[in-house]
């Protein structure tokens, strides 16, 4: 019987600028590390959190990787009680799907360290619920790139139907994160509940021209589709210098750029790994003009999502 094990859920880039709350995906840096060990006791338990500067509440019950454990525990009848160990390893409100990450990482532990033997469509519900702690809205375009890996469509929520899209080999997506936290939760309350006509027949477009181009190995329809008309234009205001930072990252030769999440990380697209690194130097750069910490990373797409690092 396994008694403890340790899982890592990677960081995901979600919307993909046309693709709001319906694409995401999975990159294989950053990502959360949790430590699940079984007790005797009847009780769920979340013994540390690091690398959250005090930030997360380890009321297992309003924390989202306890959510899913205390949901597991219940619908399952699990004996005894799990001691949580959870270590942030991205920041947190970065846009990166960092609560997404520990939700995942807690449902797909759980998997592993009862056998409970539960596809990625049936860990999923749980690990949207952790998620939901956190933005206060039923999205799964973390959740889902981040448990299944690769780069997910969520063609509908009611009822969910998850389709994994193929991936260019060559794809890979550079990422800038400022030090500022953007609450998903109340940026998106600052978004319009209505889209004009005109608006929409531009991301019916670039969203279909994105699949299509994920499908055709053809990163410029790729990058041409990386557009969007209706959230860019209200949460670029809060990333610091972001116009400049988009134009640094086409000027380096990316292929699309924008916000990831609701931000305040940026991604942004290219077909080889030199120029990735290239964009993210430069992405930095513009950055450096104002005195905000940054960070970045140059990934290609996570086809693999969660993984064990050890159990015994
Ligand atoms: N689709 C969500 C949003 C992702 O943009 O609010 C949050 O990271």
Excluded at 45 to 69: H, M, Q, R
Excluded at 101 to 110: E, G, L, P, T
Excluded at 208 to 236: C, Q, S, T, V
Excluded at 252 to 281: H, M, Q, W, Y
Aim: glycine share 8%.
């Amino acid at each position: 019987m396994t008694k403890e094990i340790k899982v890592f859920a990677p960081a995901s880039v979600s919307n993909i600028a046309c693709g709001f709350d319906t694409m995401g995906f999975a990159v294989d840096r950053p990502g959360d590390e949790l430590v699940l060990r079984r007790i005797e006791e009847k009780s769920i338990v979340i013994k540390s959190i690091t690398g959250d500067d005090g930030c997360l509440t380890k009321e297992v019950s309003k924390n989202t990787a306890g959510l899913p454990i205390i949901e597991l525990f219940k619908d399952f009848n699990l004996p005894g009680g799990v001691e949580i160990e959870l270590h942030k390893k991205m920041p947190l409100g970065s846009g990166l799907g960092s609560s997404a990450a520990s939700a995942v990482a807690a449902a797909f532990a759980m998997n592993n360290l009862f056998d409970l033997n539960l596809t990625n469509m049936e860990l999923l519900p749980y690990a949207i619920k952790g998620e939901e702690l956190a933005s206060g809205a039923i999205h799964a375009d973390n959740v889902a790139p981040c448990l299944f890996g690769g780069f997910i469509l969520i063609r509908s929520y009611d009822p969910i139907d998850i389709i994994e899209l193929p991936v260019p080999d060559n794809l890979y997506c550079s990422i800038l994160h400022l030090d500022v936290k953007i609450n998903t939760k109340e940026s998106r309350k600052l978004l319009p509940t209505e889209v004009p006509l005109n608006l929409a027949i531009k991301h019916w477009g670039n969203t279909a021209g994105l699949i299509a181009g994920l499908y055709k190995n053809d990163i410029a329809l790729i990058g041409r589709a990386i557009e969007d008309f209706i959230i860019e234009p209200i949460r670029g205001n809060f990333i610091p210098n972001y116009y400049k930072i988009k134009q640094a990252a086409y000027n380096a030769g990316a292929v699309g750029c924008n916000i990831s999440g609701s931000g305040p990380s940026v991604f942004a697209l290219s077909d080889n790994a030199e120029t990735a690194k290239n964009i993210s130097r430069d992405m930095e750069n513009a950055a450096g003009e104002i005195n905000i910490k940054t960070c970045s990373f140059v990934s290609k797409v996570n086809k693999v999502g969660p993984k064990i690092i050890y159990k015994n």
